[in-house]
């Protein structure tokens, strides 16, 4: 017996809820609700094998001062980091990491915390942050996306798209939709899986990374205004063309528009030190 279309899909998509529901928790931080559906442990291991490849393949910088700043932003930073996890009673989740900070040289402006605590900066962005708080700025967006699971979320997001357009499928194959109909059906998902979930996550992302980053290096005793005054200065090498709203990360104007949003509660921090 063929069983309707309509509820076939209504099967399917009942059990994906309650196993969507069983992985949904709470980001340190902000409270969004976000996905979960990778171990974190298997994450962190495969991070780790990156960053020792990514080590053997660049060089690292030879300048002293600058090494010693990045490790000692460094250490301020997941020092603040172990603080904020445990106003949220969750610093188990991030008592297996083994943080570590690298100078990398390279033009690149560019930096990144992988899951685990593994950080890399790269001496291109050096003049941008121009100094130890613009620094700070950066180190503490980027191990905020560590601490707010960002890339566990992105995978899960993406194994999610790739479950639900199998299950698509097989609803279809049930429902007797073909032809036509099942291919524009299959379009429409990937279209919407694409652009209606997981870009508009990626500029979540990086919104809730400012806030929280903001929050780390106040607690680390940095000056939160220096990240606006960052975003200022990156805004000026920004060339982007892409429509914001096919972009992966906030426009520069929206960004610190929010920064500014976020200061009193980064400058309530720093005046509690």
Request: charge should be neutral; aromatic fraction near 6%; proline fraction near 3%.
């Amino acid at each position: 017996m063929k069983i309707p279309f309509k509820h076939s899909l209504n099967i399917i998509a009942t059990l994906a809820l309650v196993y969507l529901l069983a992985a949904c928790a709470p980001v340190a931080g902000t409270g969004r609700s976000q996905l979960n559906l990778v171990s974190d442990a298997e994450l962190n291991q495969a991070a780790s094998l990156q960053y020792k490849q990514l080590l053997t393949e660049s060089h690292l910088s030879s300048d002293r001062k600058n090494t010693r700043m990045i490790k000692a932003v460094g250490a301020k930073i997941s020092a603040a980091a172990k603080q904020l996890m445990a106003e949220y009673g969750r610093e188990n989740e991030i008592a297996g990491y083994q943080w570590e900070f690298n100078l990398i040289d390279s033009d690149e402006v560019n930096a990144f915390c992988m899951p685990g605590g593994k950080v890399a900066f790269y001496t291109g962005i050096l003049p941008v942050c121009q100094t130890e708080a613009g620094v700070a700025a950066v180190m503490g967006h980027e191990v905020a996306h560590a601490l707010a699971k960002h890339a566990n979320e992105r995978v899960s997001q993406q194994l999610l798209a790739n479950v639900g357009s199998s299950l698509l499928s097989i609803g279809l194959q049930i429902g007797g939709v073909s032809g036509g109909t099942a291919e524009l059906a299959m379009s429409a998902f990937a279209i919407g899986s694409q652009y209606g979930v997981l870009l508009p996550y990626s500029r979540a992302h990086e919104s809730e990374a400012d806030r929280i980053g903001m929050s780390l290096m106040a607690m680390a005793g940095y000056d939160p205004h220096e990240a606006v005054a960052l975003w200022q200065r990156m805004s000026q090498l920004s060339g982007r063309t892409t429509p914001y709203f096919l972009s992966t990360h906030p426009s520069d104007k929206q960004r610190i528009v929010n920064l500014e949003k976020f200061l009193p509660e980064a400058e309530a921090r720093l005046k509690r030190r």
